[in-house]
């Protein structure tokens, strides 16, 4: 039998780098040689033993970049062995109303690769070939991990009311933040200001040209100040903290949207009043749609920038390390490791 190194999750903040078989495949999958695979926040809340579904043991990594190195197809696909790939890790039923009218996105149970199955800590990963997305050969691998995140932040501003010329604010300052204000801007947004607690996120911000408010030191009177007295046309909260979701309801602008892309772990105060009284909208976003997928791969290959919201790179060995500085967020953003 052949095996392969992974990082097996094995219960709250249990992180063992193992040998473990390597995936065989069924009819419909590939396997994938892993390059890089990003750590994204959702695996520090299953290494904290917080998510809702993750059970252990468990292969964590949903946005993962490698090589297409065995097939087991039994229809026409366009996938061969030698792609440079990422995937879209959805699972959606196909069966339930939302995946029936168009939203397999937000599915009444979805589960993700690296979730609900393993992924890409790993050697090797196996997927089904659907969920497998070329890459343009122009693209490095590592690069190409932000693909699945970036894809997260196409969504929020596709789904929300931003219109050419808008004022816009950024709750939170981590990868996702940053990506959202990157993808604002790239929309064509006019002002975009990202509030942040950590010195060194919101010194990235402010190199990469985004006004910069530390979100600790009372940031309202500033926000006003910047989109000319009136507050922002949109917030997105990219933060998923009590705290911020307070403060969106004071910055936003009179008939304003509020975006709510920060993942909360729990229900969270919201001010309702002010929701009422200043005629505010409120809309989610979870995931991402075919088409963001293709946003982002076309932003990948413009947006130079996007490369630092990059930090570190660590092998497996690492993966202990890799979380840490990942939970401490102060002095990381996305981590990846490579295999
Ligand atoms: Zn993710
Ligand atoms: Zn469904």
Redesign the pocket.
């Given at each position: 039998m052949k095996t392969m190194q992974a990082v097996v999750w094995q219960g709250k903040e249990q992180l063992v780098l193992q040998e473990v078989p390597r995936p065989t495949l069924n009819s419909g999958e590939v396997l994938i040689k892993v390059h890089y695979a990003g750590i994204c926040g959702s695996d520090l809340g299953i290494y904290l033993g917080k998510h809702p579904r993750a059970k252990a043991p468990l292969i964590m990594g949903h946005e993962f970049t490698g090589e297409v190195i065995e097939t087991c197809l039994e229809f026409e696909s366009t996938i061969q062995v030698g792609d440079r790939v990422t995937v879209n890790p959805l699972i959606?039923?196909?069966?339930?109303q939302?995946?029936l009218t168009g939203n397999?996105h937000v599915?009444?149970?979805?589960g993700l690769v690296g979730i609900d199955i393993d992924g890409g800590f790993a050697e090797y990963v196996k997927v089904e070939a659907t969920k497998v997305v070329k890459l343009p050969s122009n693209l490095p691998l590592d690069l190409a991990c932000l693909v699945e995140p970036v894809a997260v932040t196409s969504h929020a501003i596709r789904k929300s009311a931003l219109k050419a010329g808008d004022t816009v604010a950024v709750l939170g300052g981590g990868p996702i933040g940053l990506l959202t204000a990157i993808t604002a801007r790239y929309a064509g947004a006019s002002e975009v200001i990202v509030c942040e607690i950590s010195e060194s996120r919101r010194e990235l911000a402010r190199s990469l040209g985004f006004k910069v408010l530390d979100s600790a030191n009372n940031p309202e009177e500033e926000v006003f100040k910047l989109s000319g007295g009136n507050g922002v046309d949109i917030v997105y909260e990219a933060a998923g903290a009590p705290a911020t979701a307070l403060l969106a309801t004071r910055i936003v602008k009179i008939t304003g949207q509020i975006v709510v892309v920060g993942v909360f772990k729990e229900p969270s105060k919201i001010d309702l009043q002010a929701v009422n009284f200043r005629e505010l909208s409120i809309i989610g976003v979870r995931v991402y749609e075919p088409r963001d997928y293709e946003v982002a791969l076309h932003m990948l290959g413009q947006l130079k920038e996007i490369e630092h919201v990059i930090s570190h790179q660590f092998p497996l060995e690492r993966a202990q390390e890799g979380f840490d500085l990942m939970l401490s967020t102060a002095n990381s953003m996305k981590i990846l490791f490579a295999p």
């Amino acid at each position: 039998m052949k095996t392969m190194q992974a990082v097996v999750w094995q219960g709250k903040e249990q992180l063992v780098l193992q040998e473990v078989p390597r995936p065989t495949l069924n009819s419909g999958e590939v396997l994938i040689k892993v390059h890089y695979a990003g750590i994204c926040g959702s695996d520090l809340g299953i290494y904290l033993g917080k998510h809702p579904r993750a059970k252990a043991p468990l292969i964590m990594g949903h946005e993962f970049t490698g090589e297409v190195i065995e097939t087991c197809l039994e229809f026409e696909s366009t996938i061969q062995v030698g792609d440079r790939v990422t995937v879209n890790p959805l699972i959606s039923c196909g069966h339930c109303q939302p995946c029936l009218t168009g939203n397999a996105h937000v599915c009444r149970s979805l589960g993700l690769v690296g979730i609900d199955i393993d992924g890409g800590f790993a050697e090797y990963v196996k997927v089904e070939a659907t969920k497998v997305v070329k890459l343009p050969s122009n693209l490095p691998l590592d690069l190409a991990c932000l693909v699945e995140p970036v894809a997260v932040t196409s969504h929020a501003i596709r789904k929300s009311a931003l219109k050419a010329g808008d004022t816009v604010a950024v709750l939170g300052g981590g990868p996702i933040g940053l990506l959202t204000a990157i993808t604002a801007r790239y929309a064509g947004a006019s002002e975009v200001i990202v509030c942040e607690i950590s010195e060194s996120r919101r010194e990235l911000a402010r190199s990469l040209g985004f006004k910069v408010l530390d979100s600790a030191n009372n940031p309202e009177e500033e926000v006003f100040k910047l989109s000319g007295g009136n507050g922002v046309d949109i917030v997105y909260e990219a933060a998923g903290a009590p705290a911020t979701a307070l403060l969106a309801t004071r910055i936003v602008k009179i008939t304003g949207q509020i975006v709510v892309v920060g993942v909360f772990k729990e229900p969270s105060k919201i001010d309702l009043q002010a929701v009422n009284f200043r005629e505010l909208s409120i809309i989610g976003v979870r995931v991402y749609e075919p088409r963001d997928y293709e946003v982002a791969l076309h932003m990948l290959g413009q947006l130079k920038e996007i490369e630092h919201v990059i930090s570190h790179q660590f092998p497996l060995e690492r993966a202990q390390e890799g979380f840490d500085l990942m939970l401490s967020t102060a002095n990381s953003m996305k981590i990846l490791f490579a295999p």
